[in-house]
């Protein structure tokens, strides 16, 4: 008998039930699943022992297709316009920003090595919208304040990624500085929008030129269109993580045939794809491992908190008009989540070596942010909106 099928769905709804349990306390369905995938994997039970951090990135990469493509279909135009300015450079500057902060403490003031410094930096320079927003879902924010907050956590994964992407590359070819770099960063950064705006076009005038009489034709489509919008631009060597998050975000702001259809069905993809990989990388977590690296991940947590997203935070708002609480809450509210772990397996799929310090340093600095950022949160969160009430 093949024991996945009855780990794989135990895991899942236990994973449910838990979540469902305990909701009341806000606990984060991102860290109930990662719970859920270390609970049932090779230190604790053992009822899974999964350690191929190759087949894992994959999957894992394939899950945020679907994660990003929601997260730019998420992202309504009207909204966009109103924080354009503010949310759309803490998403592109202020992740280069955090990411350059945390290289330099890392590299020059803990004095790790360039190398683990600088694969760091790129990996956890993005904030996790799902686990901030189960957190508020409960608060009245600022409408402008939580347009912010939506928007840039939706929008700064693409950049995150990218920055990886090109530094794995890098120094994979023994190439971590030069012309090389720049270049292939600047034509990720600038062909994928594009490919990813061309291809939202297309898929546009297909929808409407057809006349499915089954309904799941559509769902069909709609799968392959964003698989090969994110295949399309690799095979170009840009960022098809940002095609396909441009594709979502143009596609939701033009009208289309059976587009709540759509709509539904991929929220709900996109929930069972975050689900599904938090669990996936619960999975190849060995926390008897972490006996070792628990004091670094400890300072990585330490130096993304109180100095890089505080940093990127006060630089992109500078002259933004924002109250100060209003400033303090977007710097407690830069949550780590799914990408970060997700970017962690990525030198291990490279064949880097010291990978697998670096996935557990990622993964337990996650888990600190989510326990004692999103454990305050609220309470961040209610002060910010006195303090916006009281100047009203």
């Known amino acids: 008998m093949d024991i996945t099928y009855i780990v794989t769905p135990l895991i899942l709804m236990s994973v449910v039930l838990a979540a469902v349990w305990l909701d009341r306390w806000r606990v984060p369905v991102i860290l ?33 297709v679907f994660i990003l493509f929601q997260g730019g279909f998420g992202i309504k135009r009207q909204d966009f316009k109103a924080v354009a300015v503010l949310a759309g450079g803490l998403a592109v500057w202020g992740v280069m920003l955090t990411a350059a902060a945390t290289f330099v403490v890392l590299w020059k003031v803990l004095g790790w090595s360039l190398e683990k410094s600088c694969l760091l930096a790129a990996i956890t320079s993005s904030t996790d919208a799902a686990a901030t927003l189960s957190i508020l879902r409960r ?26 992407v090109v530094s794995v590359q890098a120094l994979t070819a023994g190439q971590p500085h030069g012309l090389h770099m720049v270049v292939s960063f600047v034509w990720k950064f600038t062909a994928g929008p594009v490919l990813g705006w061309l291809m939202a076009r297309v898929s546009l005038w297909l929808f409407n030129k057809l006349r499915a009489q089954e309904r799941g034709h559509y769902y069909v489509l709609f799968v392959g269109i964003v698989l090969f919008t994110y295949g399309l631009a690799e095979g170009l060597h840009a960022s098809g993580m940002l095609a396909v998050f441009i594709a979502g975000y143009v596609m939701s702001n033009h009208p289309f045939v059976h587009k709540q259809g759509i709509a539904q069905f991929s929220s709900a993809f996109a929930s069972i794809a975050n689900i599904g990989v938090f669990v996936l990388l619960g999975l190849l977590v060995f ?29 992109g708002t500078v002259g933004m008009g924002l109250p100060a609480k209003n400033k303090v809450f977007l710097m407690w509210a830069g949550l780590r989540g799914a990408v970060p772990i997700v970017l962690a397996t990525y030198p291990a799929a490279a064949g880097l070596p010291g990978s697998q310090d670096i996935f557990n340093l990622v993964f337990f600095a996650v888990i600190l942010s989510v326990l004692i950022q999103g454990s305050t949160l609220g309470a961040v969160a209610l002060s910010s909106r006195k303090s916006t009430e009281a100047q009203i």
Not at 41 to 55: E, K, P, Q, R, T
């Open 139 to 164: 608060y009245a924010l600022p409408g402008r304040l939580s347009s912010t907050l939506v928007i840039e956590s939706a929008a700064n994964d693409p950049m995150a990624i990218l920055l990886t």
């Open 32 to 64: 109930i699943a990662l719970g859920g995938g270390i609970l049932f994997g090779s230190d604790v039970l053992s009822l899974w022992y999964f350690d191929d951090a190759v087949l894992a990135n994959r999957l894992a990469n394939l899950a945020l």
């Open 287 to 315: 926390p008897q491992q972490w006996g070792s690296i628990w004091i670094g991940g400890v300072a990585l947590f330490l130096v993304l908190t109180l100095a890089s997203r505080p940093l990127a935070v006060a630089t």
